[in-house]
């Protein structure tokens, strides 16, 4: 069982950064490939951000490329989510996944079922 924890979400102005960390369980996390998701209100879950289980390939969301880094620290077994130039679009709820025994070192994965743990998720809100 992995266990998930987001952090780091808050209420920004639009244009303000954030900083979201997921701290994951277990002593294979670095095995893990792992995931950003969001979800509004009304909305179904958005694929945000993704990052290899190396850290060495990441793929975005054309919604947040430019704008938004995911990055881990496989020694603090933690992902994070640096978000700059915030808009109000972005408003969501933000949750990471975790995809355990990523097939190569390299692998990305970028729809819901091909993860299988989630964390709580964190508020982000982003007025204008």
């Known amino acids: 069982q992995v266990q998930l924890v987001e952090s780091g979400g808050g209420l920004v102005q639009a244009g303000g950064s954030l900083r979201l960390s997921c701290a994951a369980s277990?002593?294979?996390?670095?095995?893990?490939?792992m995931g950003w998701f969001r979800q509004s209100p009304g909305k179904e879950r958005e694929f945000v951000a993704a990052?290899?289980?190396?850290?060495?390939?990441?793929y975005y969301a054309d919604s947040v490329k430019g704008r938004f880094t995911i990055s881990r620290d496989n020694a603090k077994n933690t992902v994070y989510l640096q978000m700059n130039s915030l808009k109000p679009e972005d408003t969501a709820v933000y949750s990471c996944a975790a995809r355990v025994n990523a097939e190569y070192y390299s692998s990305i994965y970028i729809t819901g079922t091909e993860y299988h743990y989630w964390g709580q998720g964190t508020q982000v809100t982003v007025s204008s």
């Open positions: 990052i290899s289980r190396s850290g060495g390939s990441t």
């Open positions: 277990g002593r294979t996390f670095s095995s893990y490939a």
